[in-house]
């Protein structure tokens, strides 16, 4: 790198070292994600590596998250609109199981809602179906509590309990063949270490199918 670079680079580096003997750490990150978000066209990509090399401040966590999963487009001046038909939805939804009187109007169990909004919108729900969604896969419910932990707008962490769902289940498509597609690889890499796991057994005992739902 040129001179200015190098010279913009260690006053970065002061100011972040700086703001941390304050106990200001973040001050730098926090900056630039303000800048990324305020793009006319959001970086997506930009984005997502920014997520991997720091944390994402609390404040902006539940529009990162939906940019980064699709659930926003990049393009900002359609966000409002893409938000709106959202909430219509959502609340179109929550209202029909407030109706039906398998959630509370005031004080709704979260998680329970988010998973049978989800079975609803599937056309999944049945009037036999527990309100506490006991019956439902272990995962999706573990995954449902957490979002509603983590995010405290309602509606947001629906939106996005229902995108990793929808990743879940292609992950999980893609990993009907897993089993093959490792022994394939090992014979290919490691002729010795493929034979010998052949002789001795224990891999055909590997839970590969469970592997898929709990990523």
């Avoid at 959202?86 to 509370?104: D, F, I, W």
Wanted: proline share 4%; net charge neutral; glycine share 4%.
């Amino acid at each position: 790198p040129d001179t200015r670079s190098r010279v913009m680079a260690f006053q970065r580096n002061f100011r972040s070292f700086y703001y941390e003997t304050l106990g200001m750490k973040g001050v730098e990150e926090k900056k630039s994600l303000e800048m990324l978000l305020q793009e006319e066209d959001v970086d997506k990509e930009r984005l997502v590596t920014f997520c991997l090399k720091f944390n994402v401040p609390s404040l902006y966590r539940s529009v990162v998250w939906k940019l980064v999963l699709g659930i926003l487009p990049v393009h900002q001046d359609i966000h409002e609109f893409v938000t709106s038909q959202h909430s219509a939805r959502y609340e179109s939804l929550k209202q029909t199981l407030v109706v039906t009187r398998r959630v509370s109007a005031t004080m709704p169990d979260i998680p329970s809602l988010y998973l049978q909004l989800r079975l609803m919108e599937r056309g999944e729900l049945l009037l036999k179906t527990p309100r506490n969604g006991s019956d439902i896969c272990p995962y999706n419910q573990c995954i449902a509590r957490a979002i509603s932990n983590v995010f405290h707008d309602e509606m947001d962490g629906y939106l996005i309990y229902l995108k990793l769902m929808e990743i879940q289940e292609q992950v999980k498509a893609t990993q009907k063949n897993l089993e093959h597609e490792v022994l394939l690889f090992l014979k290919l890499e490691d002729l010795n270490l493929y034979s010998h796991i052949m002789h001795i057994g224990p891999f055909l005992a590997v839970p590969f199918e469970g592997l898929s739902f709990g990523c």
